[in-house]
């Protein structure tokens, strides 16, 4: 059972940064790529970042790439987003989701969603 709990979310102003995380207290979190998904209001979910299981291997949404760092630290079943040079066109609600398989940037092929962490960046 994958169980997702996102903290670390906040507000910041415009040129800051916030670590967000996401704990897994299942017993698969290895099992799983995981990724980071954001939505602003009156937007869509999109994707942000995503990691392999091991976490040799990482990918970025253009909007944040140089920006934002995801890893993860299976000894620990977390996941991290690292946002640095905030925008406050960064403001919205992070979700962190997991999957089996490789990545994708399409949340329906998401399995397992988190609750979600509000980040506000403010001008």
């Known amino acids: 059972q994958v169980q997702l709990v996102e903290s670390g979310g906040g507000w910041v102003q415009a040129g800051g940064s916030l670590r967000l995380s996401c704990a897994d207290s299942?017993?698969?979190?290895?099992?799983?790529?995981m990724a980071w998904f954001r939505q602003a209001p009156g937007k869509d979910r999109e994707f942000v970042a995503a990691?392999?299981?091991?976490?040799?291997?990482?990918y970025y949404a253009g909007s944040v790439k140089g920006r934002f760092t995801i890893s993860r630290d299976n000894a620990k079943n977390t996941a991290y987003l690292q946002m640095d040079s905030l925008k406050p066109e960064d403001t919205a609600v992070y979700y962190c989701?997991?999957?089996?398989?490789?990545?994708?940037?399409?949340?329906?092929?998401?399995?397992?969603w988190g609750q979600g962490t509000q980040v506000t960046v403010s001008s």
């Open positions: 989701a997991a999957k089996t398989g490789g990545v994708s940037d399409y949340s329906h092929r998401y399995e397992y």
């Open positions: 299942g017993r698969t979190f290895s099992d799983n790529l």
């Open positions: 990691i392999n299981r091991r976490g040799g291997s990482t």
